[in-house]
């Protein structure tokens, strides 16, 4: 058993037209080989590195090639942009528009919790669930026409707070 320099042709015989990467993997093999080598098995020591080296090689080789396959199905070929990944993998939704959606939302929460319990409900029941002014009249204990007038005065309620934040 030589040193591990003495590997040095097998290593350029199987990385001379490879990257940088590869050739450090040969070498890897190499020592990884001088470390694992079981002279009980009967294989030279000398066949038994170049086929670390050989088999090391080849599947980085496959390693960099399926990378490089990834790569070119995420960004599409270049010809046919409409079936790369990354078009599909785009969303229609408009981050921007969402996010102000939730401000607005939680914004417009805020200002509904803030209503008189009776007003709250008559809006949430007549406004946000759709549910008629009979229906909703019946759970409050009131007339429709007093819904009506809950509804109203609620909504202006909310309409002030709501053009107040906006302005401040």
């Known amino acids: 058993m030589g040193t591990v ?3 040095a042709p ?5 990385t001379w037209n490879k990257s940088e990467d590869i050739r450090a993997e040969a070498w890897l093999a190499v020592v990884e080989a001088t470390k694992l080598y079981d002279s009980t098995k009967g294989v030279p020591f000398a066949g038994y590195v170049k086929s670390k080296v050989k088999y090391s090689v080849w599947n980085m080789v496959r390693k960099q090639q ?3 396959q990834y790569e070119v199905a995420i ?6 942009e409409e079936n790369s990944l990354l078009d599909t993998l785009q969303s229609s939704t408009n981050v921007s528009d ?3 959606k939730k401000f607005l939302t939680e914004e417009l929460q805020a200002a509904i919790n803030m209503l008189p319990e009776r007003q709250r409900i008559a809006v949430l029941k007549t406004v946000v ?5 009979t229906e909703t009249a019946a759970t409050l204990g009131v007339s429709p026409q ?6 109203n005065r609620g909504l202006i309620r909310l309409k002030k707070a709501t053009c107040m934040n906006v302005y401040n």
């Not at 097998?10 to 199987?14: C, G, I, P, Q, S």
């Not at 960004?75 to 046919?80: I, K």
């Not at 007093?146 to 509804?151: G, T």
């Open 146 to 151: 007093a819904v009506f007038n809950l509804r």
């Open 129 to 133: 669930w759709n549910f008629s002014q």
């Open 10 to 14: 097998l290593v350029r015989k199987y």
């Open 66 to 68: 399926r990378q490089c």
């Open 5 to 7: 320099l003495d590997f």
């Open 98 to 100: 969402e996010v102000e």
């Open 75 to 80: 960004e599409g070929d270049g010809d046919n």
